[in-house]
């Protein structure tokens, strides 16, 4: 019974953790040359021992709009994967983020990203304004910096706020 | 009946295992006021309700708790409150993978509360937890196949626009799921965002969680047919957690609900 609870105390304190969250904003145009903020971020749980591996996907968030682009590891890279009919599995990567291939191994400084394509929208049931990043050859570039949290509900960013809706 | 897509975007949560009783279930409010958080003033026409089983999932076990009922009365106040919980849980899970009566009476209670809403012709999105994936796969699964839903082209006839999973036991070989219905030929995408937390143990059914990358859980339901029509995703979250804390997690999660708005707006 005692090694049992020596265990249990052991693992609880080599489960101790700290939360990081990185971000970053640039500003772009929208086809209307409308300016957008876009903020970047994802958060990472360091612990002492156990899981060193990196868990959550890089997400950037356009202003005046409910986008979300979503940057997942897939096969070591970190890709953005959009719904495309008739694609193979109706998926196709529309992006991917050029520093590593590995969530854990992105850090503070410029974060560099591809834009391939553009999802399509079911403008039916769209609700507001899609805003995606451009497809081009140049690479956006993220600035990143690294905050440490109390906890990832509090300490993560919101969209940035529309500044239409205060004029 | 069609989905008006101008109607309020209602979100459905389905439950996972529980103690208690259906009054003790508010996970509804926690997605609403997730979203509602995540949004920063962006305007959404929205609202939550909750699929609530419970109290069928504590009335079929009064059966099996008999079968028990022997040992248990015998043990001393402090042991059986820490026990009944416990026997509260596993007996949910028992109902589920039995899949007998009382697992389809949930599952049509599901559908039932899915198709009053289509009736009403608001867009819905569910969203589902740990053992509730496995009755939300389910009745989605169903309505396609009964073949008067689903027209894949034509999104008014989908009574349910996209599923939403967290904490998800799918991937796991005793729960025996490994496909989705096919909606057809044609060029809509039935989406499915499948979250999970590498130290979730109901997800891994691991007690230290699973590390290793590539953990493909529910993207391998989907075949590489072109009649498919599903857009499958599973999505790793950083919990900050670990264990059952990481399995309870979701519900507060930021980057959950910044994919939620983005799911509900489209």
Known sequence: ?167 | MAVDPKKTRKVLIVHGVQTGTDQDLHQDEDIRNLIRNRLNGMPLDFETDMYRYEDINDAAQERLRQVFGLFFNKLTAGPGQIVDPGLDLVLDVVIALNNGSTAQIIRQGLIDKILGVYEAGNPLYLVAHSLGTIYAHDAINQLIQAQQYFRRDDRKTWPVQALVTMGSPLGLAMFRRSSVQKLGSGRKIFRWVNYWSRTDPVVSGSFYGQPEQGYNIVERFRTDSPDSGWFIQDRVVDMGKAWLMAHTGYWDHPAIGDDLAALVAS
Not at chain 1, 72 to 90: C, L, M, Q, S, Y
Not at chain 1, 101 to 128: N, Q
């Open chain 1, 1 to 167: 019974m005692r090694r049992r609870i020596s265990l249990i105390v052991l693992v609880l304190f080599l489960a101790g953790c700290s939360h990081y969250v990185y971000t970053g904003t640039i500003t772009e145009k929208d086809a209307a040359g409308r300016d957008h903020k876009l903020l970047l971020y994802w958060n990472t749980t360091e612990r002492a021992l156990w899981f060193d591996e990196y868990a959550g996907g890089v997400r950037i968030l356009p202003e005046c709009s409910l986008t979300t682009l979503v940057f997942e590891e897939k096969e070591n890279r970190i890709v953005w994967e959009v719904p495309a009919p008739g694609a193979p599995r109706d998926k196709a990567v529309c992006g991917a983020i050029n520093n590593a291939g590995r969530i854990k191994d992105l850090d503070e400084g410029p974060l560099s990203l591809t834009i391939y394509c553009k999802p399509a929208v079911d403008d039916e049931f769209a609700v507001g304004r899609e805003f995606s990043l451009e497809p081009r050859n140049e690479p956006y570039v993220f600035p990143i910096g690294k905050q440490k949290v109390k906890d990832i509900e509090t300490g993560t960013p919101k969209r940035p706020e529309c500044r239409e809706a205060r004029r």
